[in-house]
């Protein structure tokens, strides 16, 4: 696929996200003397800019529901654990813990502590350092200015913070780890307000130990009881039910487990609820709303599987970013393998999150390996399938479902139509686009088709740069005369799958700028005589102005402009080819065609003048003058606008 703008804005956001990995913390390390003698180093380390930022947000709490907290703590937790598994499955030399791997919530009334643990992977000194101390999620800048103008706390949800999430409830935060396989553990400390201290720590058990500080009971600000059993049962039964792993509270005399750790896409469809579903999809999402749409799949037989996917219901910040994950993981056998699975998920269906379990895979499998298997391969197939059916539905039920989902996404499923022949009939049906006929509405192909006047056979459409620049194409004319409905496609990637696709149900997409346009075959003997009338003047032309079209004819396109210029039928577009030079490709440069409107006086003058005058040189100069304003007309460029405006200027001179 050809690099476009769409690149260009994804490259920046790539920058930006190189720029902030990099901009890590400054040290300002000092040697600290304890008791016995004993000097541990602990560094005070400044937070990455963009995670200061969204700390105070946090610590200001502008996000209402702050139980959630717990959730995204749990989720860090169970990560964790997840990952030890593996790990140690695969590197049988790693000394790790795999005993009994747990989450423990555990509470100090008086103190007003609440402590998270896991027996998971941990982390090193360097990694809470990178992990924590700084966001490398791109488009966290742009989000942090758009929550400052906007000053809608919700919109942070859309994000997922994570971690940070604690200091909506704590004013101090102390994490303590020990990576499994290592010997030493490390201590974080912060107030979340600029900086945090790392100090190496002993006697540290494997995993993640994660203890707030918590601020003052404040029902009125949803700050609850944090260190109340009961209530951190209710947020653990109501967010984290679904974690596979036991999250044990320590009780009164035996630590019980919360959850009921079933995992739900291996449970019966009808007895998950609702909220359920939704929970875990901001488990596997880490988005904070709920999402648009559910979808589950299951596959019985020889090659068993398991699929419970989502569609989010807004897009991710960093949804064009080249490097972005995918948010498809895999399971097998209910024992997660990885993120980020590219080999289910193809790129048009980024947007998808959720869980894919296969019963016959080995556990050992690599990325390099899923791209081959042949089962991935048919589970790929049947989960695109799945979510371009479901969004056909959405469709048909007429909800406000589809108009959200193609407004956060349309524009990445139209990148289907360029690489997935198989489906590209499925992936039109759920399209929609802009037209002539209500600034206001989208309509379907299916829609569009059925509504089409008599004698139209074709799909018009025009790609341009906006709505405007379209409707006032002079090539629009004799197209809204007859009341054609026209798509209007402004979308980059439009350009792009047009010249790809030809047909949506038998009928043939047809550019209104391109090719010859007939649209009164009827009328043929009137036209017959204009073009002997004309013939001189167009073939003189033609020459007059070889620099820059390669013919020039008579239009059926137009009624009120003198002059238009189209395509040829395989032409790339103006704005196509913008684009390309933008992206810096080289291309030899493109000559188009030149439309004269039979009617216009201008048109009819100059062919008098062509055949009664000997000044030619005058009347090339009219022809160049024609050219440009139907370049103009257009919204395109000028090659030389200066010499335009000294032509016209000296026009204007004579009339006066
Ligand atoms: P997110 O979970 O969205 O990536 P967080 O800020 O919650 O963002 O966490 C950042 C990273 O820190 C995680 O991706 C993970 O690598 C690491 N991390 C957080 N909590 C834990 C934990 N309990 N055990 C191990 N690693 C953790």
Known sequence: ???????????????????????????????????????????????????????????????????????????????????????????????????????????????????????????????????????????????????????????????????????????????????????????????????????????????????????????????????????????????????????????????????????????????????????????????????????????EGTFEYQALLFIPSQPPFDLFVRERKRGVQLYVKRVFIMDDCEALVPEYLRFVKGVVDAQDLSLNVSREILQQDRQIQLIRRRLVKKVLSSVKTMLADNADGYPKFWEAFGGVVKEGLLVDQENREAILEICSFGTTRDPDEQVTLRRYAERMKDGQQHIYYLTGESRTAIENSPHMEAFRDRGFEVLVLTDPIDEMWVDTVTEFDGRRFQSIAKGQVDLDPEESTEREQQREDFAPLLGWLTTALAD?????????????????????????????????????QELPRIKRILELNPNHPLVTGLRTAHAERDDKAGLAETAELLYGMALLAEGGDLADPGRFVKLVATRLERTL
């Not at 059926?556 to 810096?584: F, N, Q, W």
């Open 1 to 299: 696929m050809p690099a476009g703008p769409r690149r260009s804005i994804a490259s920046e956001f790539v920058a930006t996200a190189k720029a902030m990995a990099a901009a890590t913390a400054k040290a300002t390390a000092k040697a600290t003397a304890t008791g016995e003698g004993k000097h541990v180093t602990t560094e005070t380390l400044e937070f990455q800019s963009e995670a200061r930022q969204l700390l105070q947000l946090m610590i200001h709490s502008i996000y209402s529901n702050k139980d959630i907290f717990l959730r995204e703590l749990v989720s860090n937790a169970s990560d964790a654990l997840d990952k030890v598994r593996l790990e140690a499955f695969r590197d049988k030399e790693l000394d790790a813990d795999t005993d009994d791997p747990h989450i423990e919530i555990s509470t100090d009334a008086e103190q007003r502590t609440l402590t998270v643990r896991d027996n998971g992977i941990g982390m090193t000194r360097d990694e809470v350092v990178s992990l924590i101390g700084t966001i490398a999620k791109s488009g966290t800048a742009e989000l942090l200015r758009e929550l400052k103008e906007s000053k809608d706390a919700e919109l942070i949800g859309q994000f997922g913070v994570g971690f940070y999430a604690s200091f909506m409830v704590a004013d101090k935060v102390t994490l303590v780890s020990r990576r499994a396989g290592t010997g030493e553990g490390v201590r974080w400390e912060s107030t979340g307000e600029g900086t945090y201290t790392v100090e190496p720590a002993d006697d540290v058990s494997q995993g993640t130990a994660v203890t707030l500080h918590l601020k003052p009971v404040d029902t009125e600000d949803r700050l609850f009881d944090y260190t109340d059993p009961a209530k951190l049962r209710e947020i653990v039964k109501r967010y984290s039910d679904f974690i596979t792993w036991p999250i044990r509270m320590a009780g009164e005399s035996e630590p019980e487990t919360v959850n009921s750790m079933k995992a739900l896409w291996a449970r019966p469809k009808n007895e998950v609820t609702e909220a359920e579903y939704h929970e875990f999809y901001k488990h596997v999402s880490h988005d904070w709303a709920d999402p648009l749409e559910t979808i589950r799949l299951q596959a």
């Open 548 to 584: 820059d079209v390669k013919e020039v004819r008579l239009s059926s396109r137009l009624t009120t402009s003198p002059a238009c210029v189209v395509g040829d039928t395989h032409d790339v577009s103006p704005t196509l080819e913008k684009m390309y030079r933008a992206s810096g």
